[in-house]
């Protein structure tokens, strides 16, 4: 549960706490110590009501008139609240009135939370040897209950604003690193998607302020790694496609002209195979079909390696080409397309990438989805290409472990800062893929020339 809580709730929370448990062990010593302290206050005057008693004995034992002298010093008791007279058979009311302050009257609570004690003693009266009442010692505790619950309201009114105090100081300190320390979240966060350019600010206390300067450093260093493996990409990616460039060339070159040779020299033979010879004829006309089997599948080789007519045809042309060749390849297979246009101006790298990425999702969708429907979007606007292939099949794998030709997308993409997803949609298995649309030429001739 602790885990959970907030700086903020953190510092607060304690803090709370020990100031609670201050009012709670001054509450219990109030209620320890006020009544041993009322009880040492009150002592001097029942030891003065003790001797009043004795002294009023002694004056009556000696009196010619004892009961004159018994009202004399009645009526000298007056208006008396701690010492007076008690005549025998009579009660006298000797509890104090109610405490008014002026902040109104003390409450019970507090009455019974210092336990108040009942002070209250009576010293016989006697004339001639028959008691006649009592001097009673019944002292009025409002003034002393007044002085303890003014000191409470003092303790509780200083431990309040003490808290407010603390906990404002508390608050603000706290906001003081909370900012710094989300502005250095910020900038992690943005650092984990890719964005190294914008620096963290540094501020706070030199604890973050330290901290945000090596991730800035960090972010440098990152940025760095980043535009060099970024270049490795498209140096790589450059590379492949010059090797497959010079590797459809040779097919084309060479393994192309020796199939049609082949397929000339078995039709002549054909057309001079006398028709008794059929063993003969059936033989060269095996001949004939798998060489037109090697035709195809060379032309299906160089299409793979090469798409020689991107830049003839232009990019939307060459989408529309793989299509077509899908549609021929895959009849049951409902294939549905939104190729934009513009996709024409695009060249270099970028246009390779475009196509090698629908190129390889469709490659995927034939050979494992299982799929009734495709469809084949790209499109480009100011910022980005946006291509999806998406289709009704089976879909992918829990753990989506990329193969082999995914693997070379995915590196492709990267290689123009590009991002590449896989994802599960509507029942659907969607490719997307967002690259930036920026000079895509430049980026061919920089990854020439590194």
């Avoid at 290409?385 to 992918?396: K, L, P, R, T, Y």
């Amino acid at each position: 549960m602790w885990e959970r809580l907030s700086l903020r709730t953190r510092l607060l929370l304690p803090l709370g706490l020990m100031f609670v448990a201050a009012l709670l062990a001054g509450g219990v010593s109030l209620q320890i110590f006020a009544t041993a302290q009322l009880m040492e206050e009150t002592e001097p005057a029942a030891r003065s009501a003790k001797a009043v008693a004795a002294a009023l004995n002694g004056a009556l034992r000696t009196s010619a008139n004892p009961q004159a002298t018994l009202d004399a010093f009645v009526q000298s008791l007056g208006d008396s609240e701690a010492i007076r007279f008690r005549r025998l058979g009579t009660n006298l009311d000797v509890h104090p009135p109610e405490v008014q302050t002026p902040l109104g009257t003390v409450p019970d609570w507090f009455v019974s939370l210092i336990s108040v004690p009942e002070f209250k003693a009576a010293f016989p009266v006697m004339i001639e040897g028959k008691q006649v009442g009592d001097i009673v010692f019944a002292p009025d505790m409002s003034a002393d209950i007044y002085e303890k619950w003014v000191g409470f309201l003092a303790i509780i009114c200083s431990g309040v604003t003490l808290m407010l105090l603390t906990a404002i100081i508390a608050h603000f300190a706290a906001r003081s690193a909370l900012r710094p320390l989300q502005t250095l979240g910020d900038g992690l966060t943005r650092m984990r998607t890719g964005d190294y350019e914008q620096q963290i600010l540094p501020a706070g206390p030199p604890e973050i302020r330290k901290s945000s300067q090596e991730a800035n450093e960090l972010a440098r260093t990152l940025n760095r790694l980043s535009q060099d493996n970024r270049s490795l990409l498209r140096r790589m990616v450059s590379l492949q496609d010059d090797e497959r460039q010079d590797m459809a060339r040779e097919l084309h070159d060479e393994l192309g002209p020796l199939l049609f040779g082949i397929r000339a020299n078995t039709v002549a033979l054909l057309e001079s195979i006398p028709s008794g010879e059929a063993e003969l004829k059936n033989a060269a006309e095996g001949i004939l079909q798998s060489v037109e089997t090697l035709q195809q599948a060379n032309r299906r080789i160089l299409d793979r390696l090469r798409p020689l007519y991107i830049q003839e045809l232009g990019l939307e042309k060459s989408i529309q080409t793989l299509l077509q060749n899908v549609k021929a390849q895959a009849p049951d297979l409902k294939v549905t397309s939104q190729i934009d246009a513009k996709l024409n101006e695009v060249d270099g790298l970028l246009s390779q990438t475009v196509y090698r990425v629908i190129q390889e999702a469709v490659t995927n969708v034939l050979r494992h989805a299982k799929a009734n429907s495709m469809h084949v979007a790209a499109a480009i606007n100011d910022r980005e290409v946006i291509v999806e292939v998406s289709d009704d099949g089976v879909g992918f794998p829990t753990d989506r472990v990329f193969g082999r030709g995914l693997t070379g997308m995915l590196e492709r993409v990267r290689a123009l800062s590009g991002t590449l997803e896989l994802l599960r949609e509507s029942a659907r298995t969607c490719v997307r893929c967002r690259l930036p649309a920026r000079d895509s030429a430049a980026d061919a001739r920089g990854a020439k020339q590194n």
